[in-house]
């Protein structure tokens, strides 16, 4: 065989390496096409999808017990209400007893913002250079005729009241933000009543007919043949979910619990207060810690001064943080949470910036779900074998 004859084969191969690039970049540019549909509906659509993915979380954590009920042959409406009346009242309560301390954090606000600026004034003042002092005009002789002197008297020089130095443009820009602050709360207090309304609807209808309804989905799609091993899976995918929202929940609850506890044995003003701030942020990992820890810093600033033990309810929720994120938590939860930290950090900014805050809390659960589906399926074996890259 020829050079030319042994080359001939690698020459045959060309065309088809270069439609298989082709075809490869193709996928790509339509996987990347497809990415920013999906992110742009939901950021489009998030006021429709929130409350209904948090319905759904919620429904997760609360059908094994309605499922538990239906075989005590308790109906599926009644247990779901009692659920919800049981549940809802211990919330209820929570929030009549943080109300108050909440309100009194946001009264203390514009007095906080007026802190912060008496020190940035000082600071700006201390690193400007020094200005020249005015030079006070010479009064200019009167030389003219003038009555009050005629009669043995001088002349009354009203001098112009002095006006109050103008505030930097860094001071305004703070006390502005405070203001800004206050408002946008008070402005978004009906929207968010309305979708927690929305979200109650639809957590009560989802825990009455979800599963009747999944069942029917399951038998009466042609594409599904096996229908036995669906349901099953399904089962299976509920139950494993339901576990991991529930022990995160308790995780948190504990948290929040012990947190608040030892900050009230040590005199810190609204303890209980922090408890359920650190517990319901705990949801968000790192991100959620570093936005307790700062609200503890602060707390502590305005309750002790600018002093050592400040810093004193920060440091107590950092070495419980510690200790639960470390120890606890992957005990407890096992591979469930093996989780990439810089893939964790990218998929909490891609939620907070499409949900916002809510967003944010429901970022890694989300993601822990989406994961254990992928598994139990065995399907994007490679991106499960992404997420869990250990650092």
């Known amino acids: 065989m020829t050079q030319s004859e042994h080359d001939q084969p690698r020459q045959d191969e060309q065309p088809l390496m270069e439609l298989m690039h082709q075809h490869l970049g193709l996928r790509v540019s339509l996987y990347c096409v497809a990415t920013l549909a999906v992110l742009y509906a939901l950021y489009s659509a998030r006021s429709l999808l929130l409350p209904i993915a948090v319905a759904l979380f919620f429904s997760l954590l609360l059908s094994p017990l309605v499922s538990g009920l239906k075989r005590l042959h308790v109906p599926r409406s009644l247990s ?4 919800l009346c049981l549940l809802g009242g211990p919330f209820v309560v929570l929030t009549i007893e943080l109300a108050e301390p909440a309100q009194k954090w946001l009264e203390k606000l514009p007095e906080l913002t007026e802190t912060v600026t008496e020190g940035l004034t000082d600071i700006s003042e201390s690193l400007s250079p020094e200005a020249p002092k005015p030079v006070e005009p010479v009064p200019e002789r009167e030389t003219g005729f003038s009555f009050s002197k005629f009669f043995g008297g001088e002349d009354e020089q009203v001098e112009p009241e002095p006006e109050p130095p103008p505030d930097s443009a860094l001071v305004e820009s703070v006390k502005k933000g405070g203001i ?11 929207f968010i009543l309305a979708q927690c309304a929305i979200w109650l609807i639809l957590l009560l209808f989802l825990l009455i007919y979800g599963p009747g309804l999944y069942d029917n989905c399951i038998n009466l799609l042609p594409m599904i043949r096996n229908k036995r ?3 099953l ?11 991991y929202i529930l022990t995160v929940t308790v995780i948190n609850a504990t948290l929040g619990f012990v947190t608040g506890s030892v900050l009230w044995l040590l005199g810190v003003e609204d303890a209980v207060l922090w408890g359920a701030m650190v517990g319901l942020l705990n949801y968000a990992p790192y991100v959620g810690t570093f936005i307790s820890i700062s609200i503890l810093s602060i707390a502590g600033v305005i309750q002790y001064g600018v002093e050592l033990a400040a810093l004193l309810p920060a440091a107590i929720f950092f070495g419980l943080n510690t200790l639960e994120s470390q120890f606890v938590t992957p005990t407890v939860l096992g591979q469930n949470m093996r989780l990439n930290p ?7 900014l891609i939620w907070g910036w499409l949900w916002g805050p809510v ?3 429901i970022a890694v659960p989300l993601l822990v779900c989406l994961k254990l589906v992928a598994t139990q399926l065995n399907v994007m074996t490679y991106w499960v074998a992404l997420v869990e890259t250990k650092s």
């Open 359 to 361: 967003g944010v809390l």
């Open 342 to 348: 810089l893939i964790l950090i990218l998929w909490l």
């Open 180 to 190: 800004d602050i206050v408002l946008s709360m008070l402005g978004v207090a009906p």
């Open 229 to 231: 091993r669906a349901m």
């Open 233 to 243: 899976l399904v089962g299976r995918l509920r139950q494993e979910l339901s576990r």
């Open 80 to 83: 779901s209400v009692l659920l």
